[in-house]
């Protein structure tokens, strides 16, 4: 039995690769279907936005999201990674200019809305995905169906056709405690800063948001963190107390730690290949569906950007009988990837004063990939820089 397609293509997951992919196809003149959840209860954390992303998003026409308050540029990394000293990385000098650090709900919101008038939208999660005669079936949670030519996998780190369709891999088990600190003390400016500090079972990060308030994560193996540590906020104040940067910045400007941090998954995961069809219906992943990586390359958001954009071009000349853009971006993913597991097996190698403990050894250990091009190039990482006197 043949299924007329309701779409050209459905979008699965309403983050970032979601949103931004419904306005790229569109764009092209593809009918899209949206199947996106509402996100209002998840917290979705991080808020680097590297330097590189401000070219994908005038490529998508939407450059203007970074414009106005509630964004602000980030000009300084100041890290302790390999060295007790502190290094100073200043984003000014970068070709791109400075990255940013975004009020991350404000950015997604006005994603959101842009792609809510080029898409037509489904608030519910896709439940199961067949393929019958070149059509994707698709059966949505809350009852409806729907259907597609060609399906693209936003759904993060679940990757939920993706997993079904491709093989998922992963190099390590990363997680991150993340909390908000509010500001307590009215009386001090803390510096608009970003600072990231290894420490032997992990590392840290810290960056003052536009809102005043500091976002906190601390970088470790679930078997290395305290038990029950999303429950207990003596656990997160000992665990905050055994660093020398972070818990003096805290203490300086005076930020409250209150309550506990919430635990996500951050390791390096992907799928291979990220694209292909299922007889003869077409897929591709993008964003952390397709490839996710270790929060230290401020990587996430713009891949997820990126993707979307180059899965913009792809999808319409796959159904127009041109496969090649499809497959040149399942190769750029794989190069990506390759190349981003080189250069984060370097950087965890590069930190040696904790070399014997099982965090750094495992995240030392040399991947087994050769050299390749680098996904987006100039992409900013938060590794270390020039040393400086003084901390933020
Ligand atoms: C601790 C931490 C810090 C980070 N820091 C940074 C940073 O500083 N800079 C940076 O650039 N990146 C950072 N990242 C990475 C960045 O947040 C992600 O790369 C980015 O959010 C990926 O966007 P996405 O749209 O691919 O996925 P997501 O944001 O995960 O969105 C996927 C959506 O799909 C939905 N979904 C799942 N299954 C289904 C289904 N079956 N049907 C429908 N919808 C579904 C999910 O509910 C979710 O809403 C960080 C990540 C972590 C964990």
Same mark, same amino acid.
């Given at each position: 039995?043949?299924?007329?397609?309701?779409?050209d293509?459905?979008?699965?997951?309403?983050?970032?690769?979601?949103?931004?992919?419904?306005?790229a196809?569109?764009?092209?003149?593809?009918?899209? &279907?949206?199947?996106?959840?509402?996100?209002?209860?998840?917290?979705?954390?991080?808020?680097?936005?590297?330097? #590189?992303?401000?070219?994908?998003?005038?490529?998508?026409?939407v %450059?203007?999201l970074?414009?106005?308050?509630?964004?602000r540029?980030?000009?300084?990394?100041?890290? !302790?990674?390999?060295?007790?000293?502190l290094?100073?990385?200043?984003?000014?000098?970068?070709? !791109?200019g400075?990255?940013?650090?975004?009020?991350?709900?404000r950015?997604?919101?006005?994603?959101?809305?842009?792609?809510?008038?080029?898409?037509?939208?489904?608030?519910?999660? &896709?439940?199961d995905?067949?393929?019958?005669?070149?059509?994707?079936?698709?059966?949505?949670a809350?009852?409806?169906?729907?259907?597609?030519?060609?399906l693209?996998d936003?759904?993060?780190?679940?990757?939920?056709?993706?997993?079904?369709?491709a093989?998922?891999?992963?190099?390590?088990?990363?997680?991150? %405690?993340? #909390?908000?600190?509010?500001?307590?003390?009215?009386g001090?400016?803390?510096?608009?800063?970003?600072?990231?500090?290894?420490?032997?079972?992990?590392?840290?990060? %810290?960056?003052?948001?536009?809102?005043?308030?500091l976002?906190? !994560?601390?970088?470790?193996?679930?078997?290395?963190?305290?038990?029950?540590?999303?429950?207990d906020?003596?656990?997160?104040?000992?665990?905050?107390?055994?660093?020398?940067?972070?818990?003096?910045?805290?203490?300086?400007?005076?930020?409250?730690?209150?309550?506990?941090?919430?635990?996500?998954?951050?390791?390096?995961?992907?799928?291979?290949?990220?694209?292909?069809?299922?007889?003869g219906?077409?897929?591709?992943?993008?964003?952390?569906?397709?490839?996710?990586?270790?929060?230290?390359?401020s990587?996430?958001?713009?891949?997820?950007l990126?993707?979307a954009?180059?899965?913009?071009?792809?999808?319409?000349a796959?159904?127009?009988?041109?496969?090649q853009p &499809?497959?040149?971006y399942t190769?750029a993913?794989?190069?990506?990837?390759? !190349?981003?597991?080189?250069?984060?097996?370097?950087?965890y190698?590069?930190?040696?004063?904790?070399?014997?403990?099982?965090?750094?050894?495992?995240?030392?250990?040399?991947?087994?990939?050769?050299?390749?091009?680098?996904l987006?190039?100039?992409?900013?990482?938060?590794?270390?820089?020039?040393?400086?006197?003084?901390?933020?």
């Amino acid at each position: 039995m043949t299924v007329p397609a309701t779409a050209d293509v459905a979008v699965v997951g309403g983050g970032i690769a979601g949103a931004a992919a419904c306005i790229a196809l569109h764009g092209r003149g593809q009918r899209v &279907l949206w199947i996106a959840p509402d996100r209002a209860a998840e917290t979705p954390v991080g808020e680097s936005l590297a330097p #590189a992303a401000g070219t994908v998003l005038a490529q998508l026409g939407v %450059a203007h999201l970074l414009d106005g308050d509630g964004h602000r540029p980030a000009n300084a990394t100041f890290s !302790a990674w390999g060295t007790d000293a502190l290094v100073e990385r200043n984003a000014a000098v970068h070709l !791109a200019g400075p990255g940013r650090v975004l009020d991350r709900a404000r950015f997604e919101a006005g994603l959101r809305e842009l792609a809510l008038a080029h898409a037509e939208h489904r608030s519910s999660a &896709l439940a199961d995905a067949r393929t019958v005669s070149g059509i994707w079936r698709l059966a949505l949670a809350d009852g409806s169906q729907a259907a597609a030519r060609f399906l693209v996998d936003a759904s993060g780190r679940a990757a939920t056709l993706g997993r079904r369709v491709a093989g998922h891999r992963r190099d390590d088990r990363l997680v991150a %405690a993340c #909390a908000f600190l509010p500001h307590r003390d009215p009386g001090v400016q803390p510096t608009p800063a970003t600072l990231i500090e290894a420490v032997g079972d992990g590392w840290w990060y %810290a960056a003052l948001l536009p809102d005043g308030r500091l976002s906190l !994560a601390c970088f470790s193996d679930p078997d290395l963190l305290p038990r029950g540590l999303s429950r207990d906020p003596g656990a997160w104040q000992t665990l905050i107390g055994g660093t020398a940067y972070i818990a003096r910045w805290i203490g300086d400007a005076g930020f409250g730690v209150e309550a506990p941090p919430r635990l996500y998954s951050a390791g390096t995961t992907w799928l291979d290949p990220v694209a292909g069809s299922v007889d003869g219906a077409g897929w591709a992943a993008i964003g952390d569906a397709a490839a996710a990586f270790d929060p230290l390359s401020s990587h996430g958001m713009t891949t997820a950007l990126w993707t979307a954009e180059r899965i913009g071009e792809a999808v319409p000349a796959w159904l127009a009988g041109d496969r090649q853009p &499809l497959d040149g971006y399942t190769r750029a993913v794989a190069d990506g990837v390759t !190349a981003f597991r080189t250069q984060r097996a370097a950087l965890y190698a590069g930190e040696r004063r904790f070399a014997g403990r099982p965090f750094w050894r495992r995240g030392a250990a040399p991947a087994a990939v050769g050299s390749a091009v680098c996904l987006l190039r100039i992409l900013a990482g938060k590794g270390p820089g020039r040393e400086v006197e003084r901390p933020p």
